[in-house]
């Protein structure tokens, strides 16, 4: 069966500093893979998706980046860190030609 | 473009009692649509979909949702509330016909079954 990591689970960052997030998804080959994060509203913002090795569409323009150095890893990462990137972090996962998405445990961000 | 709305920031509803959760949709094309419950902390689990066929579709824990074309809506039911139903639903739609491969979310609703 399909899994999906991700890491960590939480995170306590100053500004400024730089930030790694990884994600990783075992069982499944070329999955599309995606980064959304949830603000205090609640409210869930597609940032990155990605068909493919190399391949990144990026749906906000922000503060962040991702890549996809591995068919079934994708890395969501910042330079420098704002106080307005804390939220709530979380990868997903879904096979080509599927419907729905599975989700990871998510990564509470907190910059101070 | 496709988007969703979810009217209601939260929902009440007594142990026992049957729930509703509204969704409706926008969409240029064919919609697919889920429903996702997502408790404290944690990620996102998938209920259910409609993709095709039956109007009424079951998921997991005993919800249902009913697709209406007409009203473009995907209302989230389930006949008899449980205390442990009580977490944050989120509505999604993704338009195949427009070639778009991402999901678009609504703002999510809470919802809070009391004993």
């Known amino acids: 069966s399909q899994t999906i990591h991700q890491w960590p689970a939480t995170l306590v960052q100053p500004v400024g500093s730089p930030l790694s997030l990884e994600c990783t998804v075992e069982?499944?080959?070329?999955?599309?893979l995606y980064w959304y994060r949830q603000a205090a509203g609640r409210g869930l913002q597609l940032l990155f998706y990605s068909v493919g090795i190399g391949q990144i569409s990026s749906e906000v323009p922000q503060n962040l980046s991702a890549s996809r150095p591995q068919d079934r890893q994708f890395i969501l990462s910042s330079k420098k860190l704002l106080l307005s990137d804390s939220g709530f972090y979380l990868c997903?996962?879904?096979?080509?030609?599927?419907?729905?998405?599975?989700f990871g445990q998510g990564t509470r961000l907190t910059v101070v | 473009a496709q988007s969703v709305a979810q009217p209601e920031d939260q929902v009440n509803v007594a142990e026992g009692n049957p729930l509703t959760v509204k969704c409706t949709y926008s969409v240029s094309g064919n919609p697919y649509l889920f429903w996702y419950v997502q408790y404290p902390n944690r990620g996102l689990q998938f209920l259910l979909k409609y993709i095709t066929g039956d109007n009424l579709v079951k998921g997991s824990y005993g919800f249902e949702a009913e697709f209406n074309k007409s009203q473009t809506s995907f209302h989230l039911k389930k006949p008899s509330a449980l205390v442990s139903d009580s977490a944050l639903y989120f509505c999604?739609?993704?338009?195949?016909?427009?070639?778009?491969?991402?999901?678009?979310f609504g703002k999510g609703t809470m919802l809070l079954v009391s004993p």
């Open positions: 997903a996962w879904s096979a080509q030609g599927s419907t729905e998405a599975f």
């Open positions: 069982g499944t080959s070329n999955p599309n």
């Open positions: 999604a739609v993704r338009d195949i016909g427009s070639g778009y491969s991402t999901l678009t």
